[in-house]
Nanobody
């Protein structure tokens, strides 16, 4: 059974930092593209950052220079380091694992609230 379990969300002031973690089980982690998505109230879910099986990274323009995605293959875990957080970063953040031909999986989401 595949599970993606996010943690690390919370309430932070503008300019602050948070690190999200997503622990995966039931998949060959190193062969998956792992991504972080977010969905704010009334908006569509959007890709924030992704890291491919070969380690390539891509980011949404809105987070470039502020967020960093990384992974620890030995721990089957992907991280999202979020710095210089803005009010507009408030959303539920979801972890996603995807492998061509094998389908994709979602975590349950973790709330990130940026507020003064």
């Amino acid at each position: 059974q595949v599970q993606l379990v996010e943690s690390g969300g919370g309430l932070v002031q503008p300019g602050g930092s948070l690190r999200l973690s997503c622990a995966a089980s039931g998949i060959i982690f190193s062969m998956y593209t792992m991504g972080w998505y977010r969905q704010a109230p009334g908006k569509q879910r959007e890709l924030v950052a992704a890291i491919t099986s070969d380690g390539s990274r891509n980011y949404a323009d809105s987070v470039k220079g502020r967020f960093t995605i990384s992974r620890e293959i030995a721990k089957n875990t992907v991280y999202l380091q979020m710095n210089s957080l803005k009010l507009e970063d408030t959303a539920v953040y979801y972890c996603n694992g995807n492998r061509r031909g094998w389908g994709g999986y979602w975590g349950q989401g973790t709330q990130v609230t940026v507020s003064s």
